[in-house]
């Protein structure tokens, strides 16, 4: 996939948060197996949000488990994982629950979407997640990047699932379909899915998470206690280790 300097330079407003860094800023801490102080399992803070890990197996839009996930967990600082936890109980009160996606994410993680990226395409996921947007320019779109604010361990992606009976709340996209139905106020949804996904962003937003526009499931939570630093221990409960 070839990528014009002005695209790789950009900072990007979806998921990914960050294309590749100017001079300057820091790259990924070195490939490590342990998380540093400070990164705690969300099941142990919340263990009310449902975790739905999609890339620790094939349900994404690589179509296959991507690197560094070796557990289907969710991993997070610890005062993301507590404001989450507070968004949780005031959705809670509303009848609503929350169901995880994606969390931290290591940057070998990254690099296999890259590498995805950089494949021939095969077809087989873009109807579920790209149906109208070419995976080689999912970069300049604002949906993929080299760099990804996930890495930095607060940053998550999630939905709103129904309290009474465990049914996903209509959101008017599934997660990760990387298409211009997916900004947060499409008018190519339906009124009630805008408006679910205005509940969970304000939910979100009064406990310090920030959305972005292209993806209604993602927020980074503002006071990040990593906010430089991209991260490339795996995704596992040994890694909490101490």
């Given at each position: 996939?070839?990528r014009?300097?002005?695209?790789?330079?950009a900072?990007?407003?979806a998921?990914?948060?960050?294309?590749?860094?100017?001079?300057?800023?820091q790259?990924?801490?070195?490939?490590t197996?342990?998380?540093?102080?400070?990164?705690?399992a969300l099941r142990e803070?919340?263990?009310d949000i449902?975790?739905?890990?999609?890339?620790?197996?094939?349900?994404?839009?690589?179509g296959?488990p991507?690197?560094?996930?070796?557990?289907?967990i969710?991993?997070?600082?610890?005062?993301?994982?507590?404001?989450?936890?507070?968004?949780?109980?005031?959705?809670?009160?509303r009848?609503?629950?929350?169901?995880?996606?994606d969390?931290?994410?290591?940057?070998?993680?990254?690099?296999?979407?890259?590498?995805?990226?950089?494949?021939?395409e095969?077809?087989?996921?873009?109807?579920?997640f790209?149906?109208?947007v070419?995976?080689?320019?999912?970069?300049?779109?604002?949906?993929?990047?080299?760099?990804?604010g996930?890495?930095?361990?607060?940053?998550?992606?999630?939905t709103?699932?129904?309290a009474?009976?465990?049914?996903?709340?209509?959101?008017?996209?599934?997660?990760d379909?990387?298409?211009?139905?997916?900004?947060?106020?499409?008018?190519?949804?339906?009124?009630?899915?805008?408006?679910?996904?205005?509940?969970?962003?304000d939910?979100?937003d009064?406990?310090g998470?920030?959305?972005?526009?292209?993806?209604?499931?993602?927020?980074?939570?503002?006071?990040?206690?990593?906010?430089?630093?991209?991260?490339?221990f795996?995704?596992?409960t040994?890694?909490?280790?101490r």
């Amino acid at each position: 996939m070839r990528r014009s300097p002005a695209a790789l330079a950009a900072v990007a407003v979806a998921g990914a948060a960050l294309v590749l860094p100017l001079s300057g800023s820091q790259g990924p801490a070195p490939v490590t197996d342990t998380a540093p102080a400070g990164f705690v399992a969300l099941r142990e803070i919340a263990p009310d949000i449902e975790e739905e890990m999609r890339y620790a197996g094939a349900h994404n839009f690589t179509g296959e488990p991507v690197d560094g996930y070796e557990e289907p967990i969710c991993l997070l600082t610890r005062d993301a994982a507590e404001a989450l936890a507070r968004a949780a109980r005031a959705l809670r009160e509303r009848g609503y629950r929350l169901r995880v996606y994606d969390c931290y994410r290591p940057q070998r993680a990254v690099d296999h979407f890259t590498a995805w990226m950089e494949r021939p395409e095969d077809g087989r996921t873009r109807a579920e997640f790209y149906p109208r947007v070419p995976k080689d320019r999912l970069v300049e779109e604002g949906y993929l990047a080299v760099r990804s604010g996930h890495s930095r361990g607060s940053t998550v992606d999630l939905t709103l699932v129904r309290a009474a009976d465990g049914a996903l709340v209509d959101m008017g996209t599934g997660f990760d379909f990387f298409d211009p139905r997916s900004h947060g106020e499409s008018p190519e949804v339906p009124a009630g899915a805008r408006a679910a996904r205005r509940l969970l962003a304000d939910t979100l937003d009064a406990e310090g998470f920030a959305p972005v526009s292209t993806e209604w499931w993602h927020f980074g939570y503002r006071d990040e206690p990593y906010p430089e630093t991209y991260f490339d221990f795996p995704v596992s409960t040994k890694a909490l280790a101490r």
